[in-house]
């Protein structure tokens, strides 16, 4: 039988273990936090995951990259982010979602795709908004009424948007043959991202509409689950698309930008210097991108007459026949996206019309 003596002993140095190796284990919680830090006091480093359904190696994949980077960079490393692409941890709609439950921090999100968080996020979706990229930055990236409703729908889902990216202009490939009058588009079951902008532009013209989740899409296209799809030709190349997709018609039916987001109840717990320097990171991450994927258009309609597909240009007359069904679909969607939102909208584009 153990002794009192033995016993407190057996105490004294259970107890003093434990004052060891909490004093070791505060050293090691104190060297991760001071490696974290800047020139200042020790700070803890964080660790973010940014999320993607863009295909690797893409304009948006590099530019997603190019922000972890930056960001990085201007936190003096208090903050590293690691990408995810190519849909590896969701969708548009469960990275959405995620974002706005704090699971994920940063996402480059296609907002359009998530129509049923909310209908508002395929506002800029609307057929035809505008023709070529003047146009487009004066109403997709300045305080117009379409950069105006992303932000205040996003932040009413708990998602906040630091900043855009470009989608291009979005054009149609499909298995049948090539697309040049609205009457050849009849009967074509498509896919479609979940917009009823887009939806009903394409049911104007007698096609059939699925709506299939990016990360889905090429084995819907491999299995004949669908004829063809609408993307612009970057995303059509990088995620293979036009694999089993040999005619191309450039539509240019619709602008499309996404969103450098982030979680809004992340965002609240960053410091003011670590907000700073992630909106400026996310601002020149877009001016970049932006940028480079204009410059890369067109190399990829070379890309894509290489692997043997029909790319096809319409002419101005040929594209008029297309814009009267699209615009004919803004009325229509006044119940979805309001009145007076599509009123203003049409406004601003009859004030850069004559912007070539």
């Known amino acids: 039988m153990i002794s009192k003596h033995y016993k407190r002993l057996l105490i004294t140095v259970i107890t003093l273990m434990g004052f060891v190796l909490a004093g070791c284990g505060g050293e090691e919680t104190t060297i991760q936090e001071s490696n974290g830090g800047g020139s200042g006091g020790a700070t803890e480093s964080q660790e973010f995951r940014l999320g993607m359904v863009a295909a690797q190696n893409s ?45 994920l921090e940063f996402a480059f999100l296609n907002q359009g795709s998530m129509s049923g968080m909310d209908q508002l996020l395929d506002f800029h979706y609307l057929p035809y908004i505008v023709s070529n990229y003047k146009q487009a930055d004066k109403l997709f990236f300045e305080d117009g009424i379409i950069p105006q409703t992303m932000t205040e729908t996003l932040e009413d889902n708990g998602i906040k948007a630091l900043g855009w990216y470009e989608l291009e202009f979005r054009g149609l490939s499909n298995s049948k043959g090539p697309v040049e009058t609205p009457a050849d588009m009849e009967g074509l ?48 190349h990088d995620n293979r698309l036009h694999e089993t997709n040999p005619y191309y018609t450039r539509l240019n039916h619709v602008y499309a930008t996404g969103t450098i987001a982030m979680s809004d109840s992340v965002w609240e717990t960053l410091s003011e210097e670590h907000q700073s320097a992630i909106q400026e990171a996310a601002k020149e991450t877009q001016d970049w991108q932006i940028a480079e994927q204009r410059k890369v258009s067109e190399d990829y ?19 008029s026949a297309f814009q009267e069904v699209g615009m004919g679909v803004w009325e229509s969607l006044y119940d979805i996206y309001g009145e007076e939102r599509i009123e203003q909208l049409k406004e601003e584009v009859e004030q850069v019309k004559d912007l070539k």
């Open 189 to 236: 079951r498509l896919r479609v991202p979940g917009s009823q902008a887009i939806m009903g532009f394409f049911q104007g013209v007698g096609s059939q509409t699925v709506t299939i989740a990016m990360p889905e899409l090429y084995t819907a296209l491999q299995q004949g689950t669908v004829d063809g799809q609408d993307n612009g030709l970057l995303i059509t």
């Open 59 to 103: 304009v948006q994949h590099l530019a997603a990259e190019k922000f972890a980077e930056l960001a990085n960079e201007k936190t003096n490393g208090e903050i590293s982010i690691s990408v995810f692409p190519a849909g590896q941890i969701g969708s548009d709609e469960s990275l959405g979602q995620d974002l706005s439950r704090g699971n």
């Open 301 to 319: 309609v070379k890309k894509m007459e290489g692997d043997g597909v029909e790319v096809i240009n319409l002419t101005p007359e040929q594209i």
